[in-house]
């Protein structure tokens, strides 16, 4: 430790002001801190961490509540207005969820999980932890990871590559199924939320206290609280997913010995910042209901399903999160973007559309959809004439008939016939049954679609898949 920090003194020392320096207004004699060269441009990041972000609330619960938002808010455009931040449009949001987790997305978009409020003991340690993770959007360390490992047209194009199962196919006009697909279209958390090198985690240290006094916290909170985490480490009082959070954030020696040796270079001294409403936030927090699992998690498979015994001949079953279908053996069934529908189809049955989307020609696609007045509002009539509509909307081919009443796995549920147009030039004729159930996190659907001229081959295996279906029971976890 001390090697490196006589390392950092030495570096220090043949420092130049050079432009890419992200603390001109800081002493010549401190550590330097670049921002990453990157081959995006700031719109490009932007724009890559919009559609992320689109991703992490599809698969997170954001807490709406006016007074913690609030606060949360007010830390964070405090910090936001000093010159380390840069000037990317930040906004911060509160994920229901107790692992210790807070990550800022290319451009901006930042999400705190209440786990994190619940281990901190002050303000100071909160408002540390946006710095630091505010301080890699600045520095740009997610984009250039990004463009270093892939490029801006590959992250775009992601398809092709993780379709896979799906065979390419005619690059017609989108019809209705391929429009809904496109909704999801997003790049994977996973490839943003990356864990960074050392040398960008100490520069994001830096950044992040020279950020916290230049908003008038006091900077060693900003270590303190990481090194207080990693101390809790193996202990009975560990934080639920503090192994995940060490791994994304690595150690770097003595936090708290470096940012000290910065923190002497500092024009300020008395760090008197504070709303003053930590432990009534922290009470707030601490009765919130436990977290609705989202669409998004709900449609992936199961970390440890329960096998199913009793299936048709021939078929296999999906069991996801939030339901479980069977479906012929030889269909693929999977997600062709992380953040897209669920697909269930036969060789060639989906394919890429013309704007990066998935089209569905023959199968089955599987989503929830999130009525307007939000997912507690979902009723079956009302939220499936509602999502009708959106899709009449978005396609001018699509035809619907009167939505039937009929059960699927035990709950009413409607079905709809529906007609339109694929992209499919030999047979554009697409027939369509929708199945539609309420759930607790949205309108649960099952297109089933086809081609007239094997639409019966087709019927019985839609029959069998609709039969198939089962849903959990739908409680909110217990308290934890
Ligand atoms: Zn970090």
Not at 162 to 172: D, I, K, V
Not at 202 to 228: H, Q, T
Request: glycine residues 10%; contains cysteine; aromatic residues 8%.
């Amino acid at each position: 430790m001390k090697r490196m920090l006589f390392v950092f003194a030495a570096a220090a020392v043949i420092v130049t002001a050079a432009p890419s320096t992200a603390d001109a207004q800081y002493s010549s004699r401190q550590v330097r801190v670049d921002v990453q060269r990157t081959s995006l441009s700031r719109d490009q990041e932007i724009q890559i961490g919009k559609q992320a972000a689109a991703q992490v609330e599809r698969e997170s619960e954001i807490i709406h509540n006016p007074e913690i938002e609030a606060w949360l808010n007010q830390i964070g455009q405090r910090l936001a207005k000093t010159p380390q931040a840069r000037d990317y449009p930040y906004y911060f949001k509160l994920v229901n969820d107790d692992s210790i987790n807070a990550f800022a997305l290319p451009g901006g978009p930042m999400y705190v999980n209440t786990g994190l409020i619940k281990a901190a003991d002050n303000e100071g340690e909160v408002a540390g932890v946006l710095a630091h993770e505010m301080s890699h959007v600045a520095l740009r360390h997610g984009a250039a990871q990004i463009s270093k490992q892939q490029t801006y047209g590959a992250l775009f194009g992601i398809l092709g590559a993780a379709a896979g199962t799906f065979t390419s196919g005619q690059n017609g006009e989108c019809g209705f199924l391929c429009q809904m697909s496109q909704l999801g279209v997003g790049i994977g958390a996973g490839s943003v939320l990356m864990k960074f090198s050392r040398g960008y985690e100490r520069d994001a240290d830096l950044n992040g206290a020279r950020m916290m006094a230049a908003a008038g916290y006091d900077p060693i909170e900003l270590p303190r609280f990481f090194e207080k985490l990693q101390a809790k480490q193996g202990t009975a009082g560990e934080p639920r997913g503090l192994g995940l959070w060490l791994a994304s954030h690595p150690a770097t020696g003595s936090r708290i010995q470096y940012v000290q040796q910065d923190i002497r270079f500092y024009p300020q001294h008395t760090y008197n910042a504070s709303t003053g409403e930590f432990s009534h936030i922290k009470k707030l927090v601490a009765v919130l209901p436990p977290p609705i699992p989202q669409p998004g998690k709900l449609i992936q498979l199961a970390d440890s399903p329960t096998p199913r015994a009793n299936l048709p001949e021939g078929y296999k079953d999906y069991p996801a999160n939030g339901f479980s279908i069977a479906y012929p053996s030889h269909w693929q069934a999977g997600q062709p973007e992380s953040a897209s529908s669920l697909y269930i189809v036969p060789q060639g049955g989906a394919v890429k559309g013309q704007n990066g989307g998935t089209e569905l020609l023959l199968g089955a696609m599987i989503d929830y959809y999130v009525p307007k007045a939000g997912a507690s509002k979902v009723q079956l009539a009302e939220s499936t004439a509602e999502f009708i509509d959106a899709l009449e909307k978005g396609d001018t081919n699509l035809k619907a008939g009167k939505p039937t009443p009929t059960t699927v796995g035990g709950h009413d549920a409607l079905v709809t016939h529906i007609t339109t147009k694929t992209s499919l030039k030999q047979e554009p004729d697409q027939i369509v049954y929708l199945y539609t159930v309420p759930r607790q996190s949205g309108l649960w659907y099952l297109v089933l679609a086809t081609m007239p001229s094997v639409q019966k081959a087709f019927d019985p295996i839609a029959r069998a898949m609709v039969q198939s279906v089962i849903f959990p029971s739908e409680q909110r976890p217990a308290v934890r």
